[in-house]
C-alpha cells in the first residue's frame, strides 16, 4: 500500500507540476497577446480610470476648453466632452473606445493620458503619495476668434480655412467644413456611437474628412505666385513685359489655354506687367512665363515651398504635389494651377505665410505646450523653421523675390481680382484661385493671404468648393476673398 | 492508546510536540499578518485610509485561529503543524479577494456583498474545524460507522433532486438545497468527504481480498464480483446521481477518487487501467448524449471560437490572467468583475489578474505543500483505515484543486467545482475545514501496539 499511496501522490505532484508549466505559459509566454488582445477590455477600463488631460485653445482670458473629461458612474469612468462640440471637431478629433482616436486626442494621446516618459517620475510621486494619475493639458495655438471667425464665414458651404502667425507658424483656426459633433464617437455607449458613426460615414460631404489638411485641391489661380516666385527668383521683375495674348496655344497639342473671360486679352492684346498680369489673374501670360522658365524651374520653386515633401506638423497631413516631369502643355497648364498640381489648403496658407515673413517658412504649429494638472509646463514646443527638402532654414525664396510678391500680391487685393479681401486702413496682400473641375462643374474657388502687408500677423487660405453658395458662377473673388477677409479681421482684431 | 504512547516516551514526544506547537502558532500568526495585509491592500486601493476594521479583522482572524492552535494542541499533540495554517492562510487570501470583488462589483452595480457572509462562513468554519477534532476525538470511529456513513453521503448528493428544497440557482447544475434562513448549501461537498471516508473504510477492510483474482471474466482475473458489492454501488449512485445534477466536476472527483483508492487500497493498477478506459468510454458517452458537455469541450478546444457567447468566461479569465503577467497588476487594480462566476468558480484568475504568476505560484505552492503533507500523513498512518483515508482525503483535495485550475487556465475542460479555502460559498470551506481536520487527526494518530494495522486488517479479511 505504501507504494500504491506514494505513487499516487507522485501523480498528484505530477498534475501540480502541469498546472505550474501552463500558468508560466499564460503570464508568462502568452501574457502580452493576451493582455493586448483586442476584445480585452483591461486596458480600456484603465485608460477610461484616468482623468484624461483637457485639450485648450487661447491663451489667458479669451482661453476656452475645447475638450475635458468628466466623471460618471459608468463602468467607463471617465466621459470626453467637448464643450465646443462641432466647432473644433477637426482639431481635437474625437476619442472613441470604439473608433480609436483622431487628430490631437491621438497624436498627444501619451500626455492626454498622463503616460508620457516626461511625467514618469511624476507618476510615480502621485503612486505613493496615494494622488491619481492625471492626463496633463494640451494648449493648442488656435485662437478661438479667429475659429469662430472662420465657422461663421465658411457657413453653410463645404470647404476649409487656414489661418497662420506667420512669425510663428502658429495655427490660430484650422476649419473643415461641414464638421461633425465629437461627443457623438466619444460617449460610452456603443450602440449610438455605431450609428453616429455610420451616418457620418454614409453623408457624402464626408464630414469625418478634415479638408484643411486631409483633401487635395487643384490650387487653381493661387498657383500664380509660385510661378510668380520663379520667375522673380530668377532675375524677373514685377515691372517685366510679355506678350498678352487672347489664347495661347499649347505646344504639341491643339490645345489652347484662355483667360477667365474667354477671348479677351487681360490687358491691351499686346503687352502686360507681370504684377498686372498677377492682379487680373492673367491665364495665357502665365502660361508663357512658365514655358520661358521651363518646368525644371517651376517644379523646384515649387518644392522649395514644400510641394512633393510631408509636410512636419503636429498631426498627419496630405502631401501637397505637383508632378516632377512636366511636357510643356503640362508646365503651362501647371502654372495656373490645374492639371494635376493637387495642394492641402495647409501648404497653400504656408505658402502665404512664408512669402510674408521674407521668404522664411516656419513650420505650423498647433500645440504650443503641455501643461499638468497644476498649470506647469511639461514640455514645450518652440517656434522653428519648417524643414523643406532636408533643409533647416526654412528659406522658401529670397527676401527679394518675397517682398516683390508681397508688393504685387497687395496690388491683387486693391487693384485686383482680390478686393473682396481688402480691409479699410490695412494693407492686404492676396491672391484669388479658381480651380476648373471640369465641364459643367462648379469650380472650387481659393484665396489665400496676409496682413497688415507690410508686416503681417495672419495668413490664411480659403478654400470652398463647388463655387460655395455662387455655384458656377462662383470665383476665388467673389466667393473665398471675403470669407479670408472676415478671419484676417478677426485675427487683425478689427471689425 | 494514548496512556500507552505517553507512558513509552513521554520527554522526547513533548518535546517534539512543542516545537511542533512553536511551528504551527509562529505560522498562523504569519499567516494572519498576510491576511491582514491583503485585507489592508484591497481597502486601499479604494480609498487612501486604512481600513477602518482592521483591528477588529484582526482581532477575529487571532481568535479563530488561538481556538484552533488550543484544540489541535491538546487534543492532538503532535499533529502536522503545517495544514492549519496553510488552510488558514487560503481562507484569508480568499476572503481578501471576495473582499475585493464585492468593491468591484458593488462599483458597477450595488450587487449583494459576499464577504461579511463569508467571513461568517470562516468563523463557522473554524468552528467546525474544532468541533470535528472535539467530538471525534478518533478519527478510528469513523471506520465503525461506515455503512452509514456511505448511506448519508449519497443522501446527501441526492437532496439537490429533491423538490421545493433542491435548487440550481437557473445555472443548470442542481447541486444546491436552500437551508432556512436563507443560506444554501452544496451537499456534494460533504458528500464527497463521506465517500472518502465509507471508500477508505471498505477498501481498507477488502483490500486483500480485491487484491487476489479468484474468477475469472474471460481472459481476466478478476476479484469477486461481491467484494465489490458496496463501493460499487455507491458509486454508480453517486455518478448517476451527478449525471441528472448536471455536475460534471464532482462527478469527475468521485470517479477518480474511487479508482485512485482502489488503487492505493490493492496496488493493483488494473483498476486503474479499467478506471481509464471506463472514463474515456464514459466521457465519450456523455459528449455525445449531452449538449452541455459537447460546448465544455468546444469551448476548451477554442475559447476564441466565441469568445462572445459561450467561451465568454473562459475567455476573460485568460485575459485576467494574461493580463496579470508576472508580477500582477496589483491588488485592487484589476478588473475581475469583467469575469462571470468570479467569487466562485473563476477567483483564481482574479487572483491572477491581481497578483500575477508570483502570486498563483505561491498559491500553488500552497496547496502543494497541503497536498505534500497529506501523503505524508497517509504513509506514517498507523493503520490502513488511517492510510487510505489520509491518502483519499489528500487526493481529492489536490484533484479538487488541478480540476478547477486547470479549467480556468485551459489546461483541462472546464468543470463548475469550487478551489478549495478560497472560492466564496460556505459549504466548500466547511467541508475543506473537516477535511483538513481530519488530516490533522490522521496526523497525530499513533501506532496501537507493535502489531500493525495490516496485520489487524487482515485477520479481519480472515473472518
Given amino acids: 500500500m505504501t507504494r500504491s499511496i506514494r505513487r499516487t501522490a507522485w501523480v498528484s505532484f505530477l498534475l501540480f507540476g502541469l498546472l505550474f508549466l501552463n500558468l508560466n505559459w499564460l503570464q ?91 511625467t514618469l517620475f511624476r507618476n510615480l510621486g502621485d503612486a505613493l503619495r496615494g494622488r491619481e494619475r492625471q492626463g496633463d493639458t494640451i494648449v493648442t495655438t488656435v485662437e478661438p476668434a479667429v475659429q469662430q471667425a472662420a465657422i461663421d464665414a465658411l457657413r453653410g458651404q463645404t470647404g476649409a480655412v487656414v489661418a497662420l502667425d506667420p512669425r510663428s507658424g502658429d495655427v490660430l483656426a484650422m476649419v473643415s467644413a461641414p464638421t461633425y459633433d465629437p461627443n457623438l464617437l466619444s460617449s460610452h455607449d456603443p450602440g449610438p456611437i455605431r450609428d453616429a458613426w455610420e451616418s457620418l460615414n454614409a453623408d457624402p460631404l464626408n464630414p469625418l474628412l478634415n479638408r484643411s489638411i486631409s483633401e487635395l485641391y487643384a490650387p487653381g489661380s493661387t498657383f500664380k505666385v509660385i510661378t510668380a516666385a520663379a520667375s522673380l527668383e530668377r532675375g524677373g521683375r514685377p515691372s517685366d513685359t510679355y506678350a498678352d495674348p487672347t489664347l495661347l496655344d499649347l505646344p504639341l497639342t491643339t490645345a489652347q489655354i484662355g483667360n477667365f473671360s474667354r477671348g479677351r486679352p487681360c490687358n491691351d492684346g499686346t503687352s502686360i506687367t507681370l504684377q498686372r498680369a498677377l492682379e487680373v489673374s492673367c491665364n495665357t501670360t502665365f502660361g508663357i512665363i512658365a514655358l520661358e522658365l521651363g518646368a525644371d524651374a517651376l517644379v523646384q520653386t515649387a518644392e522649395s515651398f514644400g510641394l512633393n515633401s510631408d509636410l512636419d506638423f503636429d498631426v498627419p497631413t496630405e502631401t501637397s504635389r505637383i508632378p516632377k516631369e512636366l511636357d510643356e502643355p503640362s508646365t503651362a497648364q501647371s502654372a495656373i494651377g490645374q492639371r494635376d498640381v493637387r495642394v492641402t489648403p495647409l501648404q497653400m496658407a504656408l505658402v502665404a505665410a512664408a512669402i510674408g515673413n521674407d521668404g522664411i517658412m516656419m513650420r505650423p504649429r498647433l500645440v504650443s505646450e503641455v501643461q499638468d494638472f497644476a498649470g506647469r509646463v511639461v514640455r514645450q514646443y518652440p517656434p522653428q523653421r519648417q524643414t523643406i527638402a532636408g533643409v533647416a532654414t526654412g528659406q522658401t525664396v529670397s527676401p527679394q523675390t518675397a517682398a516683390g510678391l508681397t508688393q504685387m500680391m497687395t496690388a491683387v487685393v486693391e487693384n485686383g481680382t482680390g478686393q473682396n479681401a481688402a480691409i479699410p486702413g490695412v494693407p492686404v496682400a492676396g491672391k484669388t484661385g479658381t480651380a476648373e473641375q471640369g465641364e459643367g462643374e462648379a469650380p472650387d474657388t481659393w484665396f489665400i493671404g496676409f496682413a497688415p502687408a507690410d508686416n503681417p500677423v495672419v495668413a490664411v487660405a480659403v478654400v470652398v468648393e463647388g463655387g460655395g453658395d455662387a455655384g458656377e458662377s462662383g470665383t476665388g473673388g467673389g466667393v473665398s476673398a471675403p470669407i479670408a477677409r472676415t478671419v484676417l479681421e478677426a485675427a487683425l482684431g478689427v471689425q | 492508546m494514548k496512556l500507552f504512547r505517553r507512558g513509552r516516551d513521554t520527554t522526547a514526544a513533548s518535546a517534539a510536540d512543542r516545537r511542533r506547537a512553536f511551528t504551527e502558532l509562529a505560522l498562523l500568526i504569519l499567516a494572519i499578518l498576510i491576511t491582514l495585509s491583503a485585507y489592508t491592500l484591497v481597502n486601499l486601493a479604494q480609498s487612501p485610509q486604512l481600513p477602518a476594521g482592521l483591528l477588529a479583522y484582526g482581532g477575529v482572524l487571532a481568535a479563530l485561529a488561538a481556538a484552533a492552535h488550543i484544540v489541535v494542541r491538546r487534543l492532538a499533540p503532535g499533529a502536522d503543524p503545517l495544514l492549519l495554517p496553510i488552510g488558514f492562510l487560503l481562507n484569508g487570501i480568499g476572503l481578501a479577494m471576495v473582499n475585493r470583488i ?77 437551508v432556512p434562513g436563507g443560506f444554501s448549501l452544496q451537499p456534494g461537498e460533504f458528500a464527497k468527504l463521506g465517500l472518502v471516508i465509507f471508500f477508505a473504510s471498505y477498501l481498507a477492510e477488502k483490500r486483500a481480498l480485491l487484491s487476489a483474482a479468484t474468477s475469472r471474466l474471460g481472459p481476466l482475473h478478476v476479484p469477486p464480483a461481491r467484494a465489490f458489492g458496496p463501493v460499487g454501488l455507491a458509486w454508480i449512485v453517486s455518478l448517476a446521481v451527478l449525471v441528472f445534477e448536471r455536475d460534471l466536476g464532482l462527478s469527475l472527483l468521485i470517479f477518480s477518487i474511487f479508482v485512485a483508492m482502489l488503487y492505493m487500497a490493492t496496488g493493483r493498477i ?4 479499467a478506471g481509464g478506459l471506463l472514463f474515456a468510454s464514459g466521457a465519450l458517452a456523455a459528449w455525445s448524449q449531452f449538449s452541455h458537455v459537447q460546448t465544455r469541450v468546444a469551448i476548451w478546444l477554442d475559447p476564441f471560437a466565441d469568445a462572445q457567447d459561450t467561451g465568454f468566461q473562459l475567455v476573460q479569465s485568460l485575459f485576467a490572467l494574461g493580463t496579470g503577467g508576472v508580477a500582477g497588476v496589483g491588488w ?130 480472515g473472518k
Avoid: K
Wanted: aromatic share 10%; hydrophobic share 50%; proline share 4%.
Fill in chain 1, 28 to 118: 508568462v509566454i502568452r501574457a502580452d497577446d493576451l493582455a493586448n488582445d483586442s476584445s480585452n477590455r483591461r486596458q480600456l477600463l484603465a485608460e477610461y480610470d484616468i482623468r484624461r488631460g483637457a485639450i485648450t485653445a487661447g491663451t489667458g482670458a479669451d482661453q476656452v476648453t475645447i475638450a475635458a473629461s468628466r466623471e460618471t458612474d459608468d463602468q467607463l469612468r471617465f466621459l470626453r466632452e467637448y464643450e465646443q462640440g462641432p466647432a473644433y471637431a477637426h482639431i481635437t478629433g474625437f476619442h472613441s473606445f470604439i473608433f480609436g482616436r483622431t487628430q490631437v486626442e491621438s497624436q498627444y494621446n501619451d500626455f492626454l493620458q498622463g503616460s508620457a516618459p516626461e
Fill in chain 2, 102 to 178: 464585492d468593491f468591484a462589483v458593488r462599483t458597477r452595480e450595488g450587487a449583494l456583498q459576499l464577504a461579511p457572509l463569508q467571513t461568517i462562513w470562516t468563523i463557522v468554519g473554524i468552528a467546525l474545524f474544532c468541533g470535528t477534532i472535539l467530538f471525534l476525538r478518533d478519527h478510528t470511529i469513523l471506520d465503525r460507522y461506515r455503512y452509514i456513513i456511505g448511506l448519508v453521503a449519497v443522501v446527501a448528493l441526492v437532496t439537490p433532486l429533491l423538490p421545493v428544497i433542491g435548487t440550481d440557482f437557473g445555472r443548470g447544475s442542481r447541486i444546491w438545497i436552500r
Fill in chain 2, 270 to 273: 488494473a483498476y486503474v487501467a
Fill in chain 2, 332 to 461: 485592487g487594480q484589476g478588473n475581475p468583475e469583467l469575469i462571470p462566476d468570479v467569487p466562485t468558480d473563476f477567483i483564481f484568475a482574479a487572483l491572477g489578474e491581481e497578483l500575477g504568476l508570483l502570486g498563483t505560484t505561491a498559491i500553488l505552492l500552497l496547496y502543494f505543500l497541503i497536498a505534500g503533507r497529506g501523503f505524508t500523513i497517509a504513509l506514517r498512518a498507523p493503520d490502513d483505515f488511517s492510510r487510505l483515508l489520509a491518502a483519499g482525503l489528500t487526493f481529492v483535495f489536490s484533484l479538487q484543486v488541478f480540476v478547477i485550475v486547470g479549467g480556468v487556465t485551459r489546461l483541462i475542460p472546464l468543470t463548475g467545482i469550487t478551489l478549495p479555502f478560497m472560492s466564496q460559498g460556505g459549504s466548500s470551506l466547511l467541508a475543506n475545514y473537516i477535511l483538513i481536520a481530519l488530516l490533522v487527526m490522521i496526523s497525530a494518530a499513533r501506532p496501537a501496539a507493535d502489531a500493525s494495522g495490516v496485520s489487524g486488517n487482515l485477520a479481519r479479511v
